[in-house]
């Protein structure tokens, strides 16, 4: 067995108890936690263990690994082009150059820049919601930059059935039966005992599919057992085309058509009311909140508070980079719980503690993955970051490693990033990945991509 330990960290364990060490560590097994607890304690493992390698944290902070419920990272090649736009106005100007030419080479550049992004942030899971399928062949590309990048990962196989008389383009628009049969493969191709990635269905959006579409892909979802993540009411807009394409509004289209009956994530929900929230809880739909995206876009803000009170998992995410800039799941926190202040004028409103939550443990009861990840507990996958503060001068000085990293966390204090207990961060330096390669060919391909514009 490989055995590996951490000690004379600050470990923020994010059980249920909350429990907290200041000098503390842990230790893994085959990519499981066998011991965490007070440094005291993971030495006397230690030496009851063959250990391999003891890395002295000292000074720096053990958190679970940061889980991005939801995130495009074909859009990596888009930074900043999407800036000062409108919903509406954004993914036309924005997205459809790149998604209706995408080819294998932008893809892998993409996701690579990507994935090194999110582990050199501390994130070890996301959901990656993948929607441009202008030609076949996309999503083994994607599926196997994701294994090489060694992140867990949900592979969400998103898609479109119409939209050509609303000037969505005609490369995007799929049968569904096309989609259904090529998740299948997927999910097969995922299976491996040793796959850190799982295959869902991701339709685009209310108003990407029409009602016939909406009910085979809920009875999909249950004949295959097949998770659904979608994007759902992030404007006002989505109801008003409800009532004009379907005549009622999308909560009753969403119900009678049993999209709420596919173990459904739904995405960002910024104009949920008390009608949503209640057919929400009724139905166990888990909601991925996006904060960052959701300002950018000036979408507005999703009414977080009645999420939780209702019972709600409500993870964390930053959304593509076309409407967000970075993957950076550190930046995610601290906006989250600043946005929710404002908007209520209540500094109580979201808490440190409560979004460092809602990117790990609560994500990981979103994901449905509460079982394996998202908390530092015996038997569960080793997935983790260490950040050091001493390495990020807006860090410093720090009293609480909750507050200091959701309000002064920075990139360079992520020291270490592990997954199933490999380290794919050491010391700041990407170990699957060369640095310097993958920004270089990351570069290319964004350039190639402005030419479409």
Same mark, same amino acid.
């Given at each position: 067995?490989?055995?590996?330990?951490?000690? /004379?960290?600050?470990?923020?364990?994010? /059980? $249920?108890?909350?429990?907290?060490?200041?000098?503390?560590?842990?230790?893994?097994?085959?990519?499981?936690?066998?011991?965490?607890?007070?440094?005291?304690?993971?030495?006397?493992?230690?030496?009851?263990? +063959?250990?391999?390698? !003891?890395?002295?944290?000292?000074?720096?902070?053990?958190?679970?690994?940061?889980? /991005?419920?939801?995130?495009?990272?074909?859009?990596?090649?888009?930074?900043?082009?999407?800036?000062?736009?409108? %919903?509406?106005?954004?993914?036309?100007?924005? !997205?459809?150059?790149?998604?209706?030419?995408?080819?294998?080479? %932008?893809?892998?550049?993409?996701?690579?820049?990507?994935?090194?992004?999110?582990?050199?942030?501390?994130?070890?899971?996301?959901?990656?919601?993948?929607?441009?399928?202008?030609?076949?062949?996309?999503?083994?590309?994607?599926?196997?930059?994701?294994?090489?990048?060694? =992140?867990?990962?949900?592979?969400?196989?998103?898609?479109?059935?119409?939209?050509?008389?609303?000037?969505?383009?005609?490369?995007?628009?799929?049968?569904?039966?096309?989609?259904?049969?090529?998740?299948?493969?997927?999910?097969?191709?995922?299976?491996?005992?040793?796959?850190?990635?799982?295959?869902? @269905?991701?339709?685009?959006?209310?108003?990407?599919?029409?009602?016939?579409?909406?009910?085979?892909?809920?009875?999909?979802?249950?004949?295959?057992?097949?998770?659904?993540?979608?994007?759902?009411?992030?404007?006002?807009?989505?109801?008003?085309?409800? =009532?004009?394409?379907?005549? +009622?509004?999308? @909560?009753?289209?969403?119900?009678?058509?049993?999209?709420? #009956?596919?173990?459904?994530?739904?995405?960002?929900?910024?104009?949920?009311?008390?009608?949503?929230?209640?057919?929400?809880? /009724?139905?166990?739909?888990?909601?991925?909140?996006?904060?960052?995206? *959701?300002?950018? =876009?000036?979408?507005?803000?999703?009414?977080?508070?009645?999420?939780?009170?209702?019972?709600? &998992?409500?993870?964390?995410?930053?959304?593509?980079?076309?409407? *967000? *800039?970075?993957?950076?799941?550190?930046?995610?926190?601290?906006?989250?719980?600043?946005?929710?202040?404002?908007?209520?004028?209540?500094?109580?409103?979201?808490?440190?503690?409560?979004?460092?939550?809602?990117?790990?443990?609560?994500? &990981?009861?979103?994901?449905?993955?509460?079982?394996?990840?998202?908390?530092?507990?015996?038997?569960?996958?080793?997935?983790?970051?260490?950040?050091?503060?001493?390495?990020? #001068?807006?860090?410093?000085?720090?009293?609480?490693?909750?507050?200091?990293?959701?309000?002064?966390?920075?990139?360079?204090?992520?020291?270490?990033? &592990?997954?199933?207990?490999?380290?794919?961060?050491?010391?700041?330096?990407?170990?699957?990945?060369?640095?310097?390669?993958?920004?270089?060919? %990351?570069? +290319?391909?964004? $350039? $190639?991509?402005?030419? %479409?514009?």
């Amino acid at each position: 067995m490989r055995s590996r330990a951490v000690i /004379n960290a600050w470990t923020t364990t994010v /059980n $249920e108890r909350g429990d907290r060490f200041e000098d503390g560590g842990m230790v893994w097994e085959d990519g499981r936690i066998v011991a965490v607890g007070p440094t005291r304690e993971i030495k006397a493992e230690i030496e009851a263990r +063959k250990i391999e390698e !003891v890395l002295d944290a000292r000074g720096a902070f053990l958190f679970p690994g940061l889980i /991005n419920t939801h995130a495009h990272f074909f859009q990596h090649l888009l930074k900043g082009i999407g800036a000062d736009k409108p %919903l509406s106005a954004w993914w036309h100007a924005t !997205v459809s150059p790149l998604a209706r030419n995408m080819t294998e080479e %932008l893809l892998a550049a993409a996701v690579d820049g990507a994935a090194l992004e999110s582990i050199s942030t501390g994130a070890t899971t996301v959901v990656d919601y993948m929607y441009a399928h202008p030609r076949p062949g996309l999503s083994d590309v994607e599926i196997e930059r994701l294994e090489r990048s060694g =992140l867990r990962a949900v592979y969400a196989r998103g898609f479109r059935t119409t939209g050509a008389d609303r000037g969505f383009p005609k490369e995007l628009i799929e049968e569904s039966g096309k989609v259904f049969a090529e998740i299948d493969g997927l999910k097969a191709a995922c299976a491996r005992e040793d796959s850190r990635l799982s295959a869902w @269905i991701a339709p685009a959006a209310l108003w990407a599919l029409d009602e016939r579409s909406l009910k085979e892909t809920a009875e999909y979802c249950r004949s295959a057992r097949t998770r659904c993540t979608m994007h759902i009411l992030e404007t006002s807009d989505e109801d008003a085309f409800s =009532l004009k394409a379907f005549g +009622k509004r999308a @909560i009753e289209v969403f119900e009678e058509t049993g999209m709420l #009956d596919t173990s459904l994530l739904a995405v960002h929900c910024v104009k949920a009311g008390e009608r949503e929230i209640e057919a929400f809880r /009724n139905h166990g739909v888990a909601v991925s909140y996006n904060p960052v995206s *959701n300002m950018y =876009l000036g979408s507005g803000v999703a009414p977080l508070g009645r999420f939780l009170e209702a019972g709600i &998992a409500v993870g964390l995410g930053t959304d593509g980079a076309a409407s *967000n *800039n970075t993957c950076s799941m550190i930046e995610s926190i601290k906006t989250g719980a600043l946005l929710q202040k404002a908007a209520s004028e209540d500094p109580a409103a979201a808490s440190a503690r409560s979004m460092i939550r809602a990117a790990t443990a609560d994500a &990981a009861r979103a994901l449905g993955m509460e079982r394996e990840i998202g908390s530092l507990e015996i038997g569960k996958k080793a997935d983790f970051f260490i950040y050091d503060p001493f390495e990020d #001068d807006v860090s410093m000085p720090f009293h609480d490693p909750e507050a200091t990293l959701a309000y002064s966390g920075g990139t360079r204090g992520v020291r270490y990033t &592990a997954v199933d207990g490999e380290y794919l961060l050491y010391d700041g330096n990407p170990v699957r990945a060369d640095r310097r390669e993958t920004m270089e060919r %990351l570069q +290319k391909a964004a $350039e $190639e991509a402005r030419k %479409l514009y």
